[in-house]
């Protein structure tokens, strides 16, 4: 959201950076906690609603960018781009959908604290905090017999988990290796499959084949929702 308020193209790269690695512990750190702190029987939907938000943002991204001024013939015309640059230069457009995430982010830091601000139960007693495991696990379940249930699960899991912790050396020798392989090689195919250069460059693509670009582009992003 800080995007917002950049005017140098430097900033905008180091800010571009800072949003790439808070996206990288979205992607994990999000899942996790929902797979942690919510009620077994709801923690599947609760994950799958999480990735469908995730491709609705996909989706309304480039919708909102619709507002912003298009030059289709800027990268291969100096002229144009200069004529276009002068025409819109003090177009604000780009900083509306830039700035729309704060009120998502204000949004969800409101929700977070308000309604869930209870911490993992499993990190707890990972931790040793079983008190405080079972205060949180009470912000979930309102039987005490389900409570007791799933903080003795939780206890027993993490003592069997401690006795037979795998070392780093398991993952590339021992009986997780292939389990630590599939995984590395299905993230690799994904990133050099080029998929991701696809959607970014899709507006572009479209337009070179003689496609509305932008029109294109908003109904792939429709059928991936």
Partial sequence: SCLFFIKSTAA???????????????????????????????????????QLMVCFGVLIGPIMGTIVPQCEDCDDDDVAYEKFKAEHKDDKAWMIVLGFPIAIVTLQCLCFLLFYRHESPTWLVGKNRVEEARKALTSLYNSEEK??????????????????????????CGKMKQAFWVGVWVSAFQQLSGVNALIGYSTK????AGLDGVLYTNIQNAINF
């Fill in 12 to 50: 905008m790269m180091i800010a571009r950076a800072v949003l790439g690695m808070g996206a990288g512990f979205f992607c994990y750190m999000v899942p996790l906690f929902i797979l942690e702190s919510s009620p077994v029987e709801w923690s599947g939907a609760m994950g799958s609603i999480n």
């Fill in 147 to 172: 409570i007791q249930s799933e903080l003795d699960g939780l206890t027993s899991s993490q003592n069997s988990s401690e006795e037979n912790e795998p070392g780093y050396s398991e993952l590339c």
């Fill in 205 to 208: 693509i479209y337009s070179n």
